[in-house]
């Protein structure tokens, strides 16, 4: 069974910091480009980072770049999200996804397969 379980989130004070976490299972996680979204109250869910497995390329939202990393260690077929000098405008529900590495590399939930359920990231101002 594939499975993708986040990690990390909570609540955080504006101008803090967060790692998020997933990890994965059920499916050769090496193979497979993987991405954060995010999806505020009452907006449409966006893509925040992607990583290609091709060739590293990676992938950030305009409202994130400078502030968030992503990254993964294969050992532990687990992706990370770093996210730094968060703003309230970074409240949301986070998720993990998993989708083919397509050509050309989008980081759009219509190219991803598999998802997370999600961990709660709340700023503070």
């Known amino acids: 069974e594939v499975q993708l379980e986040e990690s990390g989130g909570g609540l955080v004070q504006a101008g803090g910091s967060l790692r998020l976490s997933c990890t994965a299972s059920?499916?050769?996680?090496?193979?497979?480009?993987i991405g954060w979204f995010r999806q505020a109250p009452e907006k449409e869910r966006e893509g925040v980072s992607c990583?290609?497995?091709?060739?590293?390329?990676?992938v950030y939202a305009d409202s994130v770049k400078g502030r968030f990393t992503i990254s993964s260690d294969n050992a532990k077929n687990t992706v990370y999200l770093q996210i730094d000098s968060l703003t309230s405008e970074d409240t949301a529900v986070y998720y993990c996804?998993?989708?083919?590495?397509?050509?050309?590399?989008?980081?759009?939930?219509?190219?991803?397969?598999?998802w997370g359920k999600g961990t709660l990231v709340t700023v503070s101002s």
């Open positions: 990583l290609s497995r091709i060739d590293g390329t990676t």
């Open positions: 996804a998993a989708g083919w590495d397509r050509r050309p590399f989008v980081c759009r939930s219509y190219s991803m397969n598999y």
């Open positions: 059920g499916f050769t996680f090496d193979d497979y480009a």
